[in-house]
């Protein structure tokens, strides 16, 4: 059986070696969280943001910066205020003072998932801030980033319209493969396929004639004859348009020569001078435009002269006679050819019609 003395030592030594353990486990606790950055000794900064939805961020979730933790989520709560009615989740977050200088007064707070299992945490983004260091109490601004149910909303939609696009597609490929329609027709109807064949083989016929020059287009493609003609062509408008350009001919002249456009315009000058001079009643062409008596008695004459003529062509009077009747004319002829006769014999014996008897008393 032990001594007393033996079991208090026993005692003793227990003792000691379990004060030992506690001060080796919170020095590793201390390390630990020193080596975090929220060591048991650091100032921390009280900082508070606003989300729109808390998108199952919890108490203890880490805040990160750049992907660097430097915080912690102190508090989730929803506030009950008329100026929260947007945002109405509170977010406390205690952050390590080393990173103050890091951290500004319009940096960015938004939530986002980490981890295969998607935990969510603060993010905090300081790459465009210029503001001063952030200080305790100060509160954040947030950046709203769409989480998977706001996206899921947001594309029900068109889930929806690409699920009536994908019936209506069923429907037309259910057609097609029953053989409605001219599509249908086609896919599925051999008469429509050895008619579409025949045809390009009847093309295939008809680009090897063109090809080896047969018919007309044939020939149009292919005989050099058309396009020495067409060149020859095209050559001779050219000298036509180099003459015009020189001057050279009628139309050449016409283009470059003056006189014609001075002629032409003396033209006109006269004639704006002559209806400038019937305007103001000077002429024959004033009378007849101004003067009533000049305008009538002209009118009368030309109706006496359209009687006349009118007569004559109905065969009355004697120009009427002359002019319509053909025995007027065949006398008229026979007279004209008879003293044609009658001249040529005289010159021919000239005594015979020509004596001339001298009687003296």
Known sequence: MPSQHEVRWSQLKVGIIVLVAAVVLVTLLFLMTSSSGMGITSHKL????????????????????????????????IVATPDRKLTPVQVIMKLDSKYQSSLHKDSKAALTTVGVLGDTVVDLNSQFSTGGPLQDGDELHTLETPNLQDVVKASQGTIETLNVILAKMNTIVDNLSSGKGSVGQLINNPDLYNKANATVDELHTLTKNLNSGHGSVGKLINDDELYNRLNGTVAKLSDIANSLDNGQGTAGKLLKDETLYNNLNQTLTRANSLMADAQNGKGAAALLLNDPKFRDSLNDTLTQVNTLVAGVSQGRGTLGKLATDDAAYTNLNKLLTESTNLVTTIRSDPKKYLTIHLKIF
């Open 46 to 77: 009280e900082v508070t943001t606003y989300f729109e939805n808390a998108a199952g961020l919890k108490e203890g979730a880490a805040v990160n910066l750049q992907g660097v933790t430097v915080g912690t989520v102190k508090s989730v709560r």
